[in-house]
């Protein structure tokens, strides 16, 4: 699922910060939404209540 936000993100010309894979198996997306603020997509895995 998270494939396909990235594909998304790069069609339309939204950078991605930064990818990171965490040690519990999940990994996050960063990027700016269009004020700047950053935001964060994550799989499960990220946290241990999720």
């Given at each position: 699922?998270l494939?396909?936000?990235?594909?998304?993100f790069?069609q339309?010309?939204v950078?991605?910060?930064?990818?990171?894979?965490?040690?519990?198996?999940?990994?996050?997306?960063?990027?700016?939404?269009?004020?700047?603020?950053l935001?964060?997509?994550?799989?499960p895995?990220?946290?241990?209540?999720?």
């Amino acid at each position: 699922m998270l494939e396909a936000w990235e594909e998304w993100f790069a069609q339309h010309g939204v950078p991605v910060i930064e990818k990171k894979r965490w040690e519990r198996g999940g990994t996050s997306l960063y990027f700016h939404d269009p004020d700047g603020h950053l935001l964060e997509l994550a799989t499960p895995g990220v946290w241990s209540v999720y």
